[in-house]
C-alpha cells in the first residue's frame, strides 16, 4: 500500500482537510469514500470537519481519519468565523490541501482562505443542473444521475488522490458485538428474525402514511419468531410508543437515547430494515443490512440511492410528476401525495417477506 501511496499522491500531501457540514444524509454517504482514501494513502493524514452531532456516526474508523467536530451557526458563524476556523486548522493540523465536499457560501469562503495561502484545493460537482432537470415540472429528464458517493470519490481524484475502493461497511464483513447495543436489546436468539422499521423522515413528501405503515408492523408482526424494532427520534415517541404497546415483539427506539453507535450495533443484527428515503436507510446501507426502501416525492435517480443497496429492494410508483423535489420539501403538485398514499401496504409487506424467507 505505502508503494501506491507514492505513485498516486504526486503532490505528496501530508494533512488533507475535508468539509461536509450538511444534513445527516450527506454526511454518512461520505463515509464509503473517506475510509477508502483513507487506508488507501495510510501515510496520509486526514481531518474531516463537520457538525459535532455527526462525528459519532464514524464508527471504526481509519487510524489516519481525526473527526473535527464544529458549530458553524455560534462559534464560527459568518465570514469571520470562517476564517477563524480555517486558521485554527491550519495551525494544529499544518494542512496542506482542502476537499470540500459541501459547496455552499460557507465552504466557498474556506476554499477562498486556503488558495490565499496556496493550499491547493477540490471543490465537488454537485449537478445542481441535471438535478433541476429532473425534479422540474415541465420537460423533466429522467435519466439517472450520478450518485453523490461517486461525486465525492470524483472530488478526492481532482485533489490529486485516486483510489480504490475498499469499504466493507461500518464493521467489515460481520455485526457489531452484542455488548454495543446491550442498553437497547437482549442478543438476538438462533431462531430470531428481526426487522427494523423507520417510517418518519424530515419531510412529508418523503413519508409513508402512517395508517398503512401501521398495517405493515401488524402483518410483520406476526410472524413467528420475528421482533420488530422501531426507530425514530423524540418527536415520534407517541406513536412509535403507541405500536409498541398495540403489538406483540414490537419495541421501539424513540424514547431511548444511547446515541448512533448502539443503535447501529444494534442494525447491524437486522435480517431487514424497512425505510423511507431517510438517514436511516443509509445508516443500514453502511451495516450491511437489505433495506426496503419507499420513495415518494424523490427518486433513487437524483442520487442518493443506499449504498449498494439493490433497485429491486426499492418501491415506487411509475408517476409522471415524479420526482418534484430532491429532499421532499416541497408542496405536492396533486395535492394528495398518490407517490405515497398509492403504495399499498401489501406491496411492502411482501417484499420484506421474500427477504426473510428466500
Known amino acids: 500500500m505505502a508503494t501506491n ?8 500531501l501530508k494533512n488533507v482537510l475535508v468539509v461536509r457540514f450538511s444534513a445527516i444524509t450527506d454526511v454518512v454517504l461520505t463515509i464509503p469514500v473517506v475510509y477508502s482514501v483513507c487506508r488507501y494513502y495510510s501515510e496520509v493524514n486526514f481531518y474531516l470537519v463537520t457538525r459535532q452531532s455527526m462525528s459519532t456516526i464514524f464508527i471504526n474508523a481509519p487510524k489516519n481519519l481525526k473527526l473535527v467536530g464544529v458549530d458553524i451557526k455560534e462559534r464560527y458563524n459568518g465570514l469571520r468565523g470562517a476564517r477563524r476556523l480555517l486558521n485554527e486548522l491550519y495551525r494544529e493540523y499544518a494542512i496542506d490541501a482542502m476537499v470540500d465536499l459541501q459547496n455552499n457560501c460557507y465552504s466557498s469562503i474556506m476554499r477562498l482562505f486556503c488558495r490565499f495561502r496556496g493550499i491547493p484545493t477540490a471543490c465537488i460537482n454537485d449537478g445542481q443542473g441535471s ?17 453523490m458517493i461517486a461525486r465525492y470519490r470524483e472530488t478526492f481524484f481532482r485533489i490529486g488522490l485516486p483510489m480504490q475502493d475498499s469499504f466493507e461497511g461500518l464493521y467489515g464483513k460481520g455485526n457489531a458485538d452484542i455488548q454495543s447495543f446491550a442498553e437497547l436489546s437482549s442478543p438476538k436468539a438462533d431462531d430470531e428474525i428481526w426487522i427494523g422499521i423507520a417510517p418518519f423522515a424530515k419531510h412529508k413528501g418523503k413519508v409513508y402514511p402512517l395508517n398503512l405503515m401501521e398495517k405493515v408492523v401488524d402483518d410483520l408482526s406476526q410472524i413467528t419468531h420475528a421482533k420488530i424494532f422501531l426507530f425514530g427520534g423524540n418527536d415520534e415517541q407517541e406513536v412509535l410508543g403507541g405500536w409498541a404497546q398495540k403489538y406483540e415483539r414490537v419495541v421501539s427506539l424513540a424514547d431511548k ?5 448502539a443503535e447501529m450495533a444494534l442494525m447491524s443484527h437486522l435480517n431487514v430494515m424497512v425505510s423511507m428515503d431517510s438517514a436511516n436507510m443509509h445508516l443500514a446501507s453502511l451495516v450491511g443490512v437489505p433495506v426496503v426502501s419507499i420513495w415518494g416525492a424523490t427518486h433513487p435517480y437524483c442520487g442518493f440511492k443506499g449504498w449498494r443497496q439493490l433497485e429491486t429492494n426499492t418501491i415506487q410508483l411509475p408517476m409522471t410528476c415524479r420526482p418534484c423535489a430532491l429532499f421532499g420539501d416541497k408542496p405536492c403538485l396533486r395535492g394528495d401525495y398518490h407517490c405515497l398514499a398509492g403504495i399499498p401496504s401489501q406491496v411492502i409487506i411482501d417484499k420484506v417477506r421474500t427477504l426473510i424467507f428466500n
Open 257 to 261: 437515547h444511547y446515541g448512533f453507535p
Open 131 to 147: 438535478k433541476n432537470a429532473l425534479i422540474r415540472k415541465n420537460n423533466k429528464v429522467m435519466l439517472p444521475l450520478t450518485s
Open 5 to 12: 501511496d507514492r505513485i498516486n499522491n504526486r503532490r505528496g
